[in-house]
């Protein structure tokens, strides 16, 4: 066997293309790629190309190259599946809490304290090397070994032969040298990363600096924010106003409802985690597996520790106006809009979304839905959902959908709530029985789509003092008279596409046979209406701190999707996909008259879902080849373990409430 070849077979699944979004099972075809691969797992494979290539011509190195991988792909794929497989079967591997790699007789052994605590290794140990989670002390034993050695930048916190305790401090890769009895010198390479904790997890003082930080980006506004830590440094309301500003334009959505859903939030999450790292560089941003609180909703989710005084406050404000009173986060302001654009701000110039026409300047939560509870009503988010979409979504497009749809937005509806319905809705509660839901659940994404189309029009303008009967949003008779004349309320909501926004909605038992009922009129009124959301329902959620604890979850679960794709455990089609749903693109430039709607154009695609459309974020990962990447590039640049991610997750296929990958039967589910 060559050099090439002994080198590819020892580092098995590493042998694989890290510029496609392909499935990576099979050859590798561009020794190039390879070569220049970024330092990480599979850098002796590198290296030992690279001394190849002196040695004989260019041509002679591409043939003997392309023959050893071609051979070699197949016996790589089948590595790393049989090995996924024998991991997934010794789950009591795991339990260990430690990372252990072996490099020729030599193995090393590493671990912290969350390791040894939680009795886990960092990603469930599915990491083909050793991670150095920054600036937690790492225990290294290096076995069958003498002494040993580490790069100098690695703070060595106790020294004894060849156990170590060293910390990392920055993103990248270090080293470790043992030399054994009989003198031969084995060389590992460890790297360093932020771990990605579920809130919980964290230790005291890792969680109180990560809210701490939150805290500052809420109180500590820009300029001064920039000065005091550094040119990275962004406020709460910059964050705010970017994502209404992508989420809440007139013609489309630019960051929900389509495939570009998780890279824009993802991308966004690391920007706001760049900022908390400017703060104080040890934070990294956890997550909430809120697979946890939806499994005991019914009785518990008011009560999770999440909301304690000194975490995230209560979810149910004890006043009529569903301001946050108590707790770390009370009375967390909403800021007045410094921009005129109506998608920036409501008509009271706060910087929540037009549609919205709650007047308090401050955070709102609540646990109802137009007077129903939110833990009866608002759909599940739980294992099974999460277990649903990864069985019935093997293609990305599909996917992010259903992720959006199923696993994101009720948990945002879940915090914020919804009030100040039509008077009428409450009288028809009785009708309307438990489908109540299903028109309140789908009033804020239904309230959002008709002002698109121009069938609502939301105050431009309310004094401070006016009362919020008297700034409402509500139907444009206008355009109603013109283009819609002689319909029921049913028909308008069915023509406009809004009962297909929700589909149990239109298939309630409440007497929807009767499309000319009353309790239609009551539906059509209260969307035009919008009543009075929470802040974490709105697209200026981003104000409501837990917005940063979410979307950690759903890239996690792609992750997972990625990973077992590649080592051919579960099929899931890569191609980028333009799915985008019910989010039309309403082009408003020739709608000049009050009476005039936008052309809404089914062909053209919302930009931001497009697989070259542009990441609005600059350099947020590692080794980026230009400040700006497109959705396709920062989608090949992000799977799980990539050089160029910061990051990992602490754990990406066990689910602390839903078992290893939802408990689905993984073997022979690698065909569509």
């Not at 998780?262 to 991308?267: G, K, R, T, W, Y």
């Not at 914020?416 to 009033?443: C, D, L, T």
């Not at 926004?501 to 309790?519: E, K, R, W």
């Amino acid at each position: 066997m060559t050099e090439l070849a002994k080198a590819a077979h020892s580092v098995y699944g590493a042998v694989v293309d890290e510029g496609s979004h392909r499935s990576t099972y099979g050859a590798v075809d561009k020794a190039d790629e390879l070569v220049a691969r970024p330092a990480g797992v599979g850098t002796r494979v590198a290296r030992v190309a690279k001394e190849a290539r002196p040695a004989v011509g260019a041509a002679l190195f591409r043939l003997t190259t392309y023959a050893c991988l071609g051979l070699l792909g197949y016996a790589v794929a089948y590595a790393r599946r049989k090995g996924a497989i024998e991991l997934y079967s010794d789950r009591a591997a795991l339990r260990e809490g430690v990372q252990r790699y072996c490099e020729d007789g030599v193995c090393v052994i590493a671990s912290n304290r969350y390791e040894r605590d939680l009795g886990r290794p960092i990603a469930n140990g599915l990491y083909e090397g050793i991670i150095l989670e920054l600036f937690q002390e790492t225990r290294l034993e290096a076995n069958d070994a003498e002494s040993c050695e580490v790069s100098e930048e690695l703070v060595v916190v106790d020294r004894g032969g060849c156990e170590l305790d060293v910390m990392a401090t920055r993103v990248g890769s270090y080293w470790l040298s043992a030399t054994t009895a009989t003198g031969m010198i084995v060389e590992f390479e460890l790297v360093g990363k932020y771990v990605r904790r579920e809130i919980r997890d964290l230790a005291s003082d890792d969680r109180a600096r990560f809210i701490d930080a939150i805290a500052v980006t809420h109180a500590v506004p820009d300029a001064v924010g920039r000065q005091k830590y550094g040119a990275r440094y962004r406020s709460t309301d910059w964050f705010t106003t970017q994502h209404q500003f992508w989420s809440a334009s007139r013609s489309c959505d630019h960051w929900h409802a389509g495939s570009g859903f998780l890279n824009m939030h993802a991308s966004f999450t690391r920007r706001y985690e760049q900022t908390l790292q400017a703060i104080d560089e040890r934070v990294v941003v956890a997550y909430w597996d809120f697979t946890i609180e939806d499994a005991t909703r019914d009785c518990c989710f008011a009560e999770s520790v999440l909301w304690s005084s000194d975490w995230f406050s209560t979810v149910e404000p004890n006043n009529s106006l569903n301001i946050l009173d108590s707790g770390r986060f009370a009375f967390l302001p909403i800021r007045k809009s410094t921009r005129v654009e109506m998608q920036d701000r409501n008509a009271y110039g706060l910087l929540t979304v037009p549609w919205n026409t709650n007047p308090s300047p401050f955070l709102t939560r609540s646990q109802q839905v137009y007077g129903l509870a939110n833990v009866v009503n608002v759909p599940h988010f739980g294992c099974a959902e999460f277990s649903g979409v990864m069985s019935s979504s093997r293609a990305y497009g599909l996917a992010m959908n259903s992720i959006a749809s199923t696993l994101h937005s009720p948990v945002h509806g879940m915090i914020g709530g919804y009030w100040n319905y039509v008077p009428e809705i409450e009288a028809e509660q009785g009708s309307f029985n438990e489908h109540m839901y299903n028109v309140s659940s789908a009033s804020n994404a239904i309230t959002k789509m008709l002002w698109r189309m121009g069938i609502v029009e939301c105050p431009k303008f309310c004094a401070p003092d006016t009362p919020a009967v008297d700034c409402t949003c509500n139907l444009s008779r206008p355009r109603l008279e013109k283009h819609y004349s002689g319909l029921s309320a049913w028909d308008i909501l069915n023509t406009t596409g809004a009962l297909s926004l929700y589909s149990a909605m239109a298939g309630a038992t409440f007497d929807d046979s009767n499309h000319n009922s009353s309790i239609w009129d009551i539906v059509l009124r209260q969307v035009a209406n919008g009543g009075h959301v929470g802040t974490a329902t709105t697209d200026g959620s981003p104000t409501d701190p837990t917005f940063w604890l979410i979307h950690g979850m759903q890239e996690r679960f792609l992750q997972q999707l990625r990973f077992l794709n590649d080592t051919g455990l579960w099929y899931f089609d890569q191609t980028w996909q333009v799915v985008t749903g019910n989010n039309f693109y309403y082009d408003w430039s020739n709608a000049t008259r009050s009476e005039d709607i936008p052309y809404k154009n089914k062909s053209a695609t919302c930009s931001g879902h497009r697989e070259n459309d542009i990441i609005p974020f600059a350099n947020i990962l590692e080794d980026q080849p230009k400040p700006f990447l497109t959705n396709l590039e920062y989608y090949n640049m992000t799977k799980a373990f990539s050089p160029h991610l910061p990051y990992v997750y602490d754990q990406l296929l066990n689910w602390t409430q839903c078992g290893w990958a939802f408990g689905l039967d993984l073997e022979g589910s690698s065909n569509p």
